[in-house]
């Protein structure tokens, strides 16, 4: 029986989570546009510092199976599942076919970089 290595897991276990912070951090703020943008500023700082906690892990344990390309790559991917996530449940936005065939297009690319 073959197991998966670690190494090509957690990475995107945490690159999935880095990107839920990094999604409230650069985006959630849209949610409370009164709110003082120095403010929105600082709160979005600090919730980002959370992203990076889990980024570089996640990017130095991965780069022991992928490369910085691929790392990069299913970092890309992971942001458009979890933005499109949050985009319909936190901001109320819907995602159109547009969106859609863009996303494949990026996805297709994002192929191709694992072709070996």
């Known amino acids: 029986m073959s197991f998966v290595n670690p190494s090509a ?24 546009r009164s709110t003082a943008l120095f403010v929105a500023i600082i709160i979005s700082w600090g919730i980002a510092f959370f992203e990076y906690c889990l ?3 996640a990017n130095r344990i ?4 992928y490369s910085a390309a ?14 499109s996530g949050f985009s319909i449940f936190w ?17 297709a690319g994002a192929a191709l970089i694992f072709r070996a």
Request: aromatic share 16%; no cysteine; hydrophobic share 60%.
């Open 9 to 32: 897991i957690w990475p995107i276990v945490l690159l999935s989570l880095s990107n839920v912070f990094m999604t409230f951090a650069w985006y959630g703020h849209l949610k409370f």
């Open 70 to 83: 691929q790392l990069k790559t299913i970092q890309e991917v992971i942001t458009l599942l979890v933005f």
């Open 55 to 57: 980024a570089v892990p």
């Open 62 to 65: 991965g780069a022991q199976v």
């Open 91 to 107: 901001l109320k936005e819907s995602l159109t076919i547009n969106h859609f065939f863009g996303f494949a297009l990026i996805a």
